[in-house]
């Protein structure tokens, strides 16, 4: 409640708290800890520097909010920059002398980024003018932006985007090199500063390409997308927390109201629903890890081999698929049981004597950035719907004349053949959908489906993304659990006390898509 700092003179300053935090994730090497050691990094796999993102959560959302956005953007430098510059930054943020930001939303363009305006003129020295402003901007005063514009010329939409290095001080220049004119007084997440910024004939650097801005950004936009999924468990577990060490010390009828029966209940559930999330979301992160590893060796060496393409192509297909399912079900589950936690304390959690009303304000964060929920459904769909396209004969013969049923045939362990049997039945409830909503054609017409889906069909088929969205994370979810109870049979009783939890809302879902 003590806010990130102060705004003055274009430039954000933290407060003596977030500052003292700033100091303690340097001593701790916070910021390096997935760095290259070339760059004074330590070079540890992801999958710790994305865990650790549950760990800060669950003490408050805000600095996690503020410490990401150091290694994120030295992943970025990694990954685009140029040699000269990765040598020069990448040191100085995990010294903690800057941080970054990535500028993509303007008041004309939040979800529909191909609509940007901020406009970037090349200059004789091979630099370019940005002029323009972005809004909504995390940790916008932190030193180094990474900037969404168009060039002049450039084809409309996402393909003719391209992505900048600004900084906000340049030897030579006199002044900033961009005016942080505004920090937002926000709902919750007070502890971060979240900005306005102006663009004035800013100096910046093109990364790469021009044109391939968009693809550059989709990198650290799903990498952030896990990280606030993760963010969303570590507000999950905090509420909880809270929840029930207050349910254990409040005595009434005689006894905690931890023990009555109602309670009781809600508690396990709710903590049974966080376990899960937990363990989808790290057998996830070590699908990214494995991608990012990957993918940062193919540019350095150019060339994978066969076994590694493999990885990589696995990998990458598990963390696109999954990318949009988690940030959806995370963020929505914190909002969720952030409003429960409230209500174990009755009228106690409405006031600020206890942190939960600042849980559940900040909850609502992680909830919009990087893509609200309904965003990250149509994602779902989209790489759905990109499947049946590119490549049809795949798609509708797994759906259309493979029977969802083979499976069942296979042997296992029990909760193999459960889980085969809710998959089973999540298929064969989906496939009617898609018939319902599709209306795809009874002949070879069919293997060509750009000739008969058209966009009518299609957003008669979107109506439903945001249960396709749930229903599908539900699956995953149990699919994980059954997997990790092959490793551990003692992971079972999560599996089936995840299934008892989830199964009356899957078949409230198949129920809306029968009568919508």
Known sequence: EFGA?????????????????YNEAIELGFHGLCLQKKYDGMELPATLQIIQTAFLARACTATMTQLAFFPSIADMLTRYADEEDK??????????????????????????????????????????LLNGSKIFISNGGGGIQLVLARTKGAPEGTRGISMFLVEQEIPGKE?????????????????????????ENSVGKLMREENHGF???????????????MQGLGGVENCLYQARKYAEERKQFGKPIAELPLMKR?????????????ALLVDTVSFMDIYQRLDLKEREVGKLNKEEQKLFDDSKIWTRKRTPLLKYYATELYTTLST?????????????????????????????????????????????????????????????????????????????????????????????????????????????????ITEEKVNVL?????????????????????????????????????????????????????IR
């Open 5 to 21: 700092g102060e705004l003055r003179d274009g430039k954000t300053y933290p407060n003596e708290y977030l500052q003292a935090t």
């Open 87 to 128: 040598k020069r930054l990448i040191p100085k943020i995990i010294a903690g002398e800057i941080s970054g930001a990535m500028c993509l939303t303007e008041s004309g363009a939040g979800s529909d980024v191909g609509s940007i305006s901020t406009s970037a003129v090349k200059q004789d020295d091979g630099t370019y």
């Open 175 to 199: 002044g900033l090199n961009y005016k942080v004119v505004k920090d937002e007084h926000k709902m919750g997440l007070h502890g971060s500063f979240t900005t306005e910024i102006l663009y």
């Open 215 to 229: 693809l550059y950004m989709l990198h650290l936009m799903n990498s952030a997308r896990l990280a606030t999924a």
């Open 266 to 278: 809600n508690l396990e559930d709710y903590e049974t629903e966080r376990d899960a999330l937990r």
């Open 340 to 452: 429960k936690a409230i209500q174990v304390f009755g009228g106690y959690g409405y006031m600020k004597d206890y942190p939960v009303e600042r849980i559940h304000r900040d909850s609502f964060g992680p909830l919009l950035y990087e893509g609200t929920s309904q965003i990250q459904a149509l994602m779902a769909l989209k790489d759905l719907m990109k499947y049946a396209m590119n490549e049809p004969k795949k798609f509708f013969a797994n759906i259309f004349f493979k029977h969802p049923g083979q499976d069942l045939l296979k042997g296992g362990h029990k909760w193999e053949k459960d889980f085969r049997h809710d998959h089973y039945v999540f298929k064969k409830k989906m496939i009617r959908l898609l018939l319902k909503c599709l209306k795809p054609p009874r002949n070879i017409k069919l293997m060509s489906p750009k000739k008969w």
């Open 462 to 514: 979107m109506e439903h993304a945001e249960t396709l969205c749930q229903a599908s994370s539900y699956m995953e979810t149990l699919r994980v659990l059954a997997e990790h109870a092959n490793k551990d049979e003692s992971r079972a009783d999560l599996f089936y006390r995840y299934k008892r939890l989830v199964t009356p809302r899957i078949k409230a879902i198949y129920c809306d898509w029968d």
